[in-house]
């Protein structure tokens, strides 16, 4: 096997060409609307929502568009009068979008907003004493430098009483395979210090630290029919996201594997190829007796 280099590498090499690929990805989704995020925000807890607490703090560990952050807040609206907000993610152009979504929707002018620009490294370096009562991470711990140093830093910043949520794809469903597929053949060294990471991996650090937690499936088909088209730019987009290489085209072995996996697993509806993709919403709750 040749050696490579890219594979698993474009969110840091090439930050413009990962952004173009998730918005392939976002617009390939067969969910296009917000339904998709409604789920996440379903699984913020009766009981949390019952509590009468005067400053409700929230985290938001990165913000994609802020589309999953405000289908969250508004779930806890719905029982709390104002909620502080504060919303930690490095891309200013992403932070620009999700300010534009805030003053489109009256629903959160209860919301006080507290934006930091920063990684979670950088973050969680700061040392802030602040507790919150919600913390989340919506397929954000892909990127951080050290998965387990981060969930640890925000289970540290949890109040007790409180909850964290995490999103991160299964390993299980189609696309979850296709990734672990690649990591096997292609990836050098630990994958956990690569992209290729999952929801069992964040279950696997919750068993380790003792703390309970409950899971469930939100499943979703991503159109992958330009993938097969050479001179498509959005497949060729879609295809370095999916694999997380740079110009995938550019890695033969990598791209034949991909290809061939995506045809042997995915399903054909009305000329479409659909690749299943599962994402696994986990939600802990801290009662302050977990194993220190």
């Given at each position: ?49 019952r ?9 938001g ?18 029982r ?26 009256t ?13 979670a490294?950088?973050y ?12 989340h ?7 951080v ?105 550019s890695?033969?072995e990598?791209?034949?594997m991909?290809?061939?996996?995506i ?18 919403v ?8 977990e194993?220190?």
């Amino acid at each position: 096997m040749a050696e490579v280099t890219k594979f698993g590498m474009l969110d840091r090499l090439s930050p413009t060409k990962y952004l173009a690929g998730f918005k392939s990805f976002l617009a390939a989704m067969e969910k296009k609307d917000e339904s998709h995020y409604l789920s996440f925000g379903s699984k913020v807890p009766e009981s949390f929502l019952r509590e009468a607490a005067a400053d409700v703090r929230v985290l938001g560990i990165g913000s994609g568009s802020g589309k999953a952050d405000r289908v969250i807040l508004r779930e806890v609206l719905q029982r709390h009068n104002s909620v502080y907000s504060r919303v930690v993610e490095p891309s200013g152009e992403v932070i620009e979008v999700y300010k534009e979504l805030v003053c489109e929707d009256t629903s959160l002018g209860a919301v006080k907003f507290d934006w930091r620009q920063q990684t979670a490294e950088e973050y969680f370096q700061t040392k802030e004493d602040t507790k919150f009562h919600l913390i989340h991470a919506v397929h954000v711990l892909y990127h951080v430098e050290d998965i387990h140093a981060t969930l640890r830093n925000m289970w540290e910043q949890l109040a007790d009483n409180g909850y964290m949520l995490v999103v991160m794809a299964s390993d299980k469903a189609d696309s979850g395979r296709l990734r672990h597929t690649l990591s096997d053949e292609f990836a050098q060294g630990d994958r956990l210090k690569t992209c290729f990471r999952f929801a069992c991996d964040v279950k696997q650090w919750f068993d380790t630290e003792g703390i309970s937690y409950v899971t469930s499936d939100d499943n979703i088909n991503i159109n992958v029919t330009e993938c097969f088209k050479e001179e498509s730019e959005a497949g060729m987009s879609l295809l370095d996201f999916l694999t997380n290489t740079l110009d995938v085209s550019s890695e033969p072995e990598i791209e034949s594997m991909a290809l061939a996996y995506i045809r042997r697993n995915s399903s054909v509806v009305d000329d479409k190829i659909l690749l299943k993709e599962t994402n696994e919403v986990i939600t802990a709750f801290k009662n302050g007796m977990e194993k220190k």
